[in-house]
Antibody, heavy 119, light 107 residues
């Protein structure tokens, strides 16, 4: 059974940094592209970043480009999101999601980790 | 970026009703359209992919149709557990984009 478990969220001040992790199990992790998708309180879904199976190709939303870095460690079955220069508008639940085919068919999601940016 | 627009933003229907939600893309996305169901406090769940394919394990009362710019999600006979917010999402190009969501309430 596919399982994704995020961690690393918390309450941080503007300008701070943190790293989110997503541990995967139940499938061959290196075979699938992975993404981070976030959801601000009471709002809709916003794709943040994606990485291919081997980690050599990455994409970012314009809203996070230059501040967020996606990476993966296939030996540890773990996806990461490094977030720098935090802003209030980064406050959201961050989900990791597996793509079952191609880049953006999100067939499995984690339970999410809350990131709150406030002074 | 491709903009996805859903309608209605919210609706209320009774158990057993046939419900339709529409999604329009700002440009042609072929059939690269997915539908998600999100219940309160939970992660989204993939219902339909490539416009009309039912995700494994999904209830057969859910169906999708459309191509190009106009798509629909239909629930043939509404059940109490279908109370949720539904999102469409295009997987045609980067960045993938979501509709704003349709909140479905059971009367």
């Amino acid at each position: 059974e596919v399982h994704l478990l995020e961690s690393g969220g918390g309450l941080l001040q503007p300008g701070g940094s943190l790293r989110l992790s997503c541990v995967a199990s139940g499938f061959t992790f290196s075979s699938n592209a992975m993404s981070w998708v976030r959801q601000a309180p009471g709002k809709g879904l916003e794709w943040v970043s994606a990485i291919n199976g081997f980690g050599g190709t990455t994409y970012y939303a314009d809203s996070v480009k230059g501040r967020f870095t996606i990476s993966r460690d296939n030996s540890m079955n773990t996806l990461y999101l490094q977030i720098n220069s935090l802003r209030a508008e980064d406050t959201a639940v961050y989900y990791c999601a597996r793509s079952g085919n191609g880049w953006y068919r999100f067939d499995y999601w984690g339970q999410g980790t809350q990131v709150t940016v406030s002074s | 970026d491709i903009q996805m627009t859903q309608s209605p933003s919210s609706l209320s229907a009774s158990v057993g009703d046939r419900v339709t939600i529409t999604c329009r893309a700002s440009q042609s996305i072929n059939i690269y359209l997915n539908w998600f169901q999100q219940k309160a406090g939970k992660a989204p769940n993939l219902l339909i992919y490539t416009a009309s394919s039912l995700q494994s394990g999904g209830p057969s009362r859910f169906s999708g149709s459309g191509s190009g710019t106009d798509f629909t999600l239909t629930i043939s006979s509404l059940q109490p557990e279908d109370s949720a917010t539904y999102y469409c999402q295009q997987s045609y190009s980067t960045p993938p984009t979501f509709g704003q969501g349709t909140r479905l309430e059971i009367k």
